[in-house]
T-cell receptor, first 116, second 116 residues
Framework: DGGITQSPKYLFRKEGQNVTLSCEQNLNHDAMYWYRQDPGQGLRLIYYSQIVNDFQKGDIAEGYSVSREKKESFPLTVTSAQKNPTAFYLC???????????????FGQGTRLTVV | AQKITQTQPGMFVQEKEAVTLDCTYDTSDQSYGLFWYKQPSSGEMIFLIYQGSYDEQNATEGRYSLNFQKARKSANLVISASQLGDSAMYFCAMREGPDYGQNFVFGPGTRLSVLP
């Protein structure tokens, strides 16, 4: 079955460490997104990529970095510069090629990151 | 300014009754799409229903329908015959056209609790 796989499901980070969250999709989607969700809150856009080797900052990109070397993969690195990284992280993708804003976003299961 | 407003942080509904979750949006784009997603406690985001700005009829998907009032910029989700499994967070989201980035913007969500 096609879908988006995020790993790990739970991640613990020590102060000052960088950690990388994995996001892989086999939907052949062009566009991929990373969102952050804090408890009881909506989703905020961190980074997005509409094509391989290109990505753009979202609303809260500071302290995060991404790469898009393959269409299927869009890993997110939470750097030590992110002062409050404890949150739920969701990766999503859409089929941008339809050229339609009707293309819904497909989501992964999420990664819960905790700073210890 | 908030692009998506969901004024009900929490809602209760009796099993088998209908419930309306409110969503208002703000855009100056003529072409946009409105989405509703459900997020159970497990964290995954489940797509429920879509309404395009040019769609003349309200969208329906099984027990879900969207009460779209374009002039009021509202897109309320109606769930008929509520079930215990409907207890979850519900997010309204908007996607604007290419001139506005085509990214999804999410509201803060409404937590729905279905009572037996």
């Amino acid at each position: 079955d096609g879908g988006i796989t995020q790993s790990p499901k739970y991640l613990f980070r020590k102060e000052g460490q960088n950690v990388t969250l994995s996001c892989e999709q086999n939907l052949n989607h062009d566009a991929m997104y990373w969102y952050r969700q804090d408890p009881g809150q909506g989703l905020r856009l961190i980074y997005y990529s509409q094509i391989v080797n290109d990505f753009q900052k979202g609303d809260i990109a500071e302290g995060y970095s991404v790469s898009r070397e393959k269409k299927e993969s869009f890993p997110l690195t939470v750097t030590s510069a992110q002062k409050n990284p404890t949150a739920f992280y969701l990766c999503a993708s859409t089929n941008q090629r339809t050229g339609s804003i009707a293309s819904k976003a497909f989501f992964g299961q999420g990664t819960r990151l905790t700073v210890v | 300014a908030q692009k998506i407003t969901q004024t009900q942080p929490g809602m209760f509904v009796q099993e088998k009754e209908a419930v309306t979750l409110d969503c208002t949006y703000d855009t100056s784009d003529q072409s946009y799409g409105l989405f509703w997603y459900k997020q159970p406690s497990s964290g995954e985001m489940i797509f429920l229903i879509y309404q395009g700005s040019y769609d003349e009829q309200n969208a329906t998907e099984g027990r879900y329908s969207l009460n779209f009032q374009k002039a009021r910029k509202s897109a309320n989700l109606v769930i008929s015959a509520s079930q215990l499994g409907d207890s979850a967070m519900y997010f309204c989201a908007m996607r604007e056209g290419p001139d506005y980035g085509q990214n999804f913007v999410f509201g803060p969500g409404t937590r729905l609790s279905v009572l037996p």
